[in-house]
């Protein structure tokens, strides 16, 4: 695979990146860990741990014989994109993807980076992503879904996520694919579904040992638990759905570990946040950083996240300052 440097005077924070799957793994009935490289990926990168750090995946579309197509070129230099090169966005890249024919274009879904190796010596990078294989009653899942499920050695896909040469200089902050900001927070909470494991995973496992709280995680399956190391003092608890509703066990155990001060005494201790229709808006509503000893960041399906976030706030009396809420994605609705 040969690097293709794109001639260019400015620091762009956002690059696409042509990569190739390298491995993949079986972690759970739910999970499948695909591990992507290529030469473009010398190119990628942020300042410091990835965190929740957010890319978004562009999947090949079927054609009619079955086979993926190409991904359409996109971005400056055009040509087809293809492992090695990593690509600058030009302006208006998006209005012009949206306007492809969508059997054609492919499908943009966002992902979460579970962890990136940069390479190191004749080492490649490496970037990791725990996809999460979701299909209805029929065994239909969406484009993502399927691609994850069939993904195989040497499948390509393009990655849109952080130029390296931007994290180190000032448009650092440009990219904000980042949301985890405790701020001075030294007690925190992170709460989530399936779809935030990977990201709470790698926030748990960059926190320091002074770092106190709870971890609260509800996935498909008690086989879906997994084995997270961190230095910090945090209490992890996974939830297996089961046949419960998606989310009941999660909001459970949040009212658990942040409880409503005075509860019994009919206080109101906050005000009620502004309603967010979750089948119209994307509910995400996150802080620059928290400036009290707490911090919550929670992410998932939702209505879900929605609940918790009047729960938090009306009930609680959390300042919004303190919270990350994040839906990551909606029940009945395709992210695009
Ligand atoms: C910042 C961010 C980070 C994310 N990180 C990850 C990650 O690391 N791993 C991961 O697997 N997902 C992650 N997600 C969620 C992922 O983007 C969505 O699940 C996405 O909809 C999957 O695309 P798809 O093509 O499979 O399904 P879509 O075509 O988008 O949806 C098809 C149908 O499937 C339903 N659906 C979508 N996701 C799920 C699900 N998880 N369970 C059940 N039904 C679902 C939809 O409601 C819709 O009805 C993240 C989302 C965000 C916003």
Redesign the pocket.
Known sequence: MTAVATETSAVVPVLAFGVAVSRVEELSPSYRRITFSGESLRRFGVDGPTLDL?IKVMIPSLGADGQRLPLPPFGVPVGRTSTGVAVELGGGWYQQWLAMDPAERG?M????V?EFRPAAGALEAELD????L?FDAEGN?????CWAAAAGPGDEVTIIGPNVEAAQCATAKAYGGIEWRPGLASHVLLAGD??AL??IAAILESLPEDMTGNAVLEVPDAADFQDIRSAADVQIAWLARGDRPHGELLSEAVRTAVVVPGAGLAEVAGEDPEEVDVDRTILWETTTGSTRPFYAWIAGEAAVIRELRRYLVRDVGVDRKQVAF?G????????L
């Open positions: 957010r499908s879904r966002t992902y979460t579970r992503v725990d996809f999460v979701h899942g969406g484009p993502a879904s399936e779809t990977p990201a994040m990551y994605w909606r029940a009945g609705k395709a992210e």
